[in-house]
């Protein structure tokens, strides 16, 4: 068995090459997947952190807009109530014109919807 000793050597050394190849890819794949998991850590942290920064400036600035208009409201109250002082009549006269053409839009589109 001389002849075959020579190719159980080669084969020997395939196998072992073949075994130091695939150890070589599972460490490759670990270091990989490990740095790829790093990542998209990091990637999660700075996605949240944006997003909350986001969410500060969106409340900060609604805070602005809701003070903003409350105050732009009272005025408008204040001056409503005023006029209404002034000229109670005319005001009620207004509103009730205001009350039927409502009234009229609204009983004109239930007939279309027939």
């Known amino acids: 068995m001389p002849a075959s000793s020579p190719a159980a ?39 949240e952190k944006s997003v909350s920064e986001g969410f500060e400036t969106l409340r900060a600035q609604s805070r602005a807009y809701t003070d903003t208009a409350g105050q732009t409201l009272e005025e408008a109250q204040a001056y409503a109530a005023e006029r209404i002082r002034e000229r109670p009549i005319t005001a009620t006269l207004a509103g009730l014109g205001v009350g039927v053409l409502i009234g009229l839009l609204i009983a004109g589109g239930s007939r279309h919807n027939r």
């Open 9 to 47: 050597k080669e084969a020997a050394k395939a196998k072992t090459a073949t075994l130091e190849a695939v150890e070589h890819a599972e460490r490759s794949f670990t270091h990989a997947a490990d740095a790829a998991r790093v990542s998209l850590t990091e990637a999660a942290k700075r996605v």
